[in-house]
């Protein structure tokens, strides 16, 4: 079975400095999907990027980009010029790509503070 | 990406009894997903409704406790039986919309249930 750990509970940022989150999976499949998700107090999960596997080069979206190291299984998060609402919950995310199941395993979250 | 709502955003219960939940598309999706997310963890999928066919619990999850029916294309519900205060968590559904050959899943906002 796949898993996703995060393993920092908690960060902060200074507005307008840049943050990394980081995130690792375990799986034996070669292609599948990455995401990551925010959660602000409003309990709304928001996409907010994602990656393809077979894809070497790594997505991003305005501020947010990733580092993906597919053998590491290593799929980090940075958010860059941090705003106060990037103050969330941030969750990784796994989807399989075989089997017609696309289900997502989740990482247990961080708690993003962003300080002004 | 879908417009998705739930009903009721919040609800305080009686253990014992039983609470329905409802999450409707604003959009025909094929599939439809129902997570719960206990306080301060991540989120765990219940189950999987196909329009058509018995959802698909996953394990630890089982259908006469989380009942789900999905009638059409646009609309589900998840009910919580006989509930415990163990029961008491956010509840969200998503649904899995194609953005090109990825599937995508967008969440609703959320149920918070208190078990009382």
């Known amino acids: 079975a796949q898993t996703v750990t995060q393993s920092q509970p908690e960060m902060s940022v200074q507005e307008a400095e840049t943050v990394t989150l980081s995130c690792t999976y375990d799986t034996s499949e070669s292609d599948y999907y990455l995401f990551w998700y925010k959660q602000p107090p409003s309990r709304q999960m928001i996409l907010v990027i994602r990656?393809?596997?077979?894809?070497?080069q790594n997505a991003t979206e305005n501020r947010f980009s990733v580092n993906f190291q597919k053998a590491a299984k290593s799929f980090s998060l940075k958010i860059s010029d941090s705003q106060l609402g990037d103050a969330a919950m941030y969750f990784c995310a796994y989807q399989r790509t075989q089997g017609g199941s696309e289900k997502l395993v989740f990482g247990k979250g961080m708690k993003l503070t962003v300080n002004p | 990406s879908a417009v998705i709502s739930q009903k009721p955003s919040r609800d305080i219960c009686q253990r014992g009894t039983s609470l329905t939940i409802q999450c409707q598309v604003d959009s025909q999706v094929t599939m439809m997903f129902w997570y719960r997310q206990q306080p301060g963890q991540s989120l765990t999928l219940i189950a999987t409704?196909?329009?058509?066919?018995?959802?698909?619990?996953e394990s630890g999850f089982v259908i006469d406790k989380f009942p789900i029916s999905r009638p059409n294309l646009t609309f589900s519900t998840l009910t919580v039986s006989n509930m415990s205060p163990e029961d008491s968590s956010i509840y969200l559904c998503?649904?899995?919309?194609?953005?090109?050959?990825?599937?995508?899943?967008?969440f609703g906002p959320g149920t918070r249930l208190t078990v009382t």
């Open positions: 998503s649904v899995s919309s194609a953005a090109g050959y990825i599937f995508e899943q967008y």
């Open positions: 990656q393809e596997a077979y894809k070497q």
């Open positions: 409704a196909n329009q058509g066919s018995e959802a698909t619990y």
